[in-house]
């Protein structure tokens, strides 16, 4: 099992510029999540999905948009990226949203 | 509100006991998990706790809950440097839904 996994590892992109993270799990889990993490600030969730086909708004989705279209992957993308999404980005997958959730190894973003 | 709070540092010796300290706003939290953070890695449980439970140990780690004051903690027996970490507690929030409410995180420093 490789668990939760996340491409790419880093990315450097000039303001403006789009991209897409990409988020795969093999526990077929139902549960997916996008955080973001900042110093002093934990984690804080930007989208999450219930399902295939299904996504929701989380803490700070501003900026971002999100897509479940298979249950093993879910895509995270910024249309335009500012500075201010200058981050480490954490994808994390669960059984149910009672559970202990399972993380990636993490997506360090900068936006110059 | 919503809101996990710990505070930010901890320093002790190698072989020493370290508690980590989180409170936390929903008393009707069914599950309350720690997690550990490797530096560049994502989140990894630890361990966690149920509501209905006081105590629990396994191993180095001792859980403790106090339901009246929503506080819990996380002590490591015999502290070593493999243990410097960063570490979130983190509690299911009920608000008609779910949700997963991370703290900001204990950054734990060991001095060898």
């Known amino acids: 099992n490789a668990g939760v996994t996340q491409t790419p590892k880093f990315r450097v992109l000039k303001t403006g510029q789009s991209m897409t993270l990409l988020c795969a799990q093999d526990?077929?889990?139902?549960?997916m999540y996008w955080y973001r993490q900042d110093p002093g600030m934990g984690l804080r969730l930007i989208h999450y999905s219930v399902g295939e086909g299904t996504t929701a708004k989380g803490e700070v989705p501003d900026g971002y948009n999100v897509s479940r279209l298979k249950k093993q992957n879910f895509l995270l993308g910024l249309e335009s990226a500012a500075p201010s999404q200058t981050s480490v980005y954490f994808c994390?997958?669960?059984?149910?949203?009672?559970?202990?959730?399972?993380f990636g190894p993490g997506t360090r973003l900068t936006v110059t | 509100g919503e809101d996990v709070e710990q505070s930010l540092f901890l320093s002790v010796r190698e072989g020493d006991s370290s508690v980590i300290n989180c409170t936390y706003t929903?008393?009707?939290?069914?599950?309350l998990y720690w997690y550990k953070q490797e530096p560049g890695a994502g989140l990894q449980l630890l361990t966690y706790?149920?509501?209905?439970?006081d105590m629990k140990q396994d191993q180095r780690l001792t859980v403790l809950l106090n339901k009246k004051d929503k506080h819990l903690s996380l002590r490591i027996a015999d502290t070593q440097t493999g243990d410097s970490a960063i570490y979130f507690c983190a509690e299911i929030y009920t608000s008609g839904t779910y949700k997963y409410i991370f703290g900001t995180g204990t950054r734990l420093k060991v001095l060898a």
């Open positions: 526990m077929n889990h139902e549960y």
């Open positions: 929903d008393s009707s939290s069914t599950y």
């Open positions: 706790i149920f509501s209905n439970m």
């Open positions: 994390a997958s669960s059984y149910s949203q009672k559970r202990e959730q399972y």
